[in-house]
């Protein structure tokens, strides 16, 4: 079992930035690609980014390439979430997961989740 906890949302304004964390306890952190989904009201989740285990390769959503980076620091159990340039179809709640398998997009492929944290982008 791995609990995961996201924290570092808030409400920015457009353009601003914020930088999520996730902290894994539970199970060795570096045995789980992680990613990011995110849900807006009334919409559907959908990926954002996500990482391998050791961190050396990454995917994002074409919506957020160039603007949000994902990392992670094994030693910490933490990955993170760098948002810059924030725009206002980013408000949503942010989840991170975890993945005994490889670096997936699918929400399906994910085997544990976090409570999510609110980001708010006010135009």
């Known amino acids: 079992q791995v609990q995961l906890v996201e924290s570092g949302g808030g409400l920015v304004q457009v353009g601003g930035s914020l930088r999520l964390s996730c902290v894994a306890s539970?199970?060795?952190?570096?045995?789980?690609?992680m990613g990011w989904f995110r849900q807006a009201p009334g919409k559907e989740r959908e990926f954002v980014s996500a990482?391998?285990?050791?961190?050396?390769?990454?995917v994002y959503a074409d919506s957020v390439k160039g603007r949000f980076t994902i990392s992670r620091d094994n030693a910490k159990n933490t990955m993170y979430l760098q948002m810059n340039s924030l725009k206002p179809e980013d408000t949503a709640v942010y989840y991170c997961a975890a993945d005994r398998g490889g670096i997936s997009r699918k929400s399906n492929d994910y085997d544990y989740w976090g409570q999510g944290t609110q980001v708010t982008v006010s135009s």
């Open positions: 990482i391998n285990r050791s961190g050396s390769g990454t």
């Open positions: 539970g199970r060795t952190f570096s045995n789980y690609a």
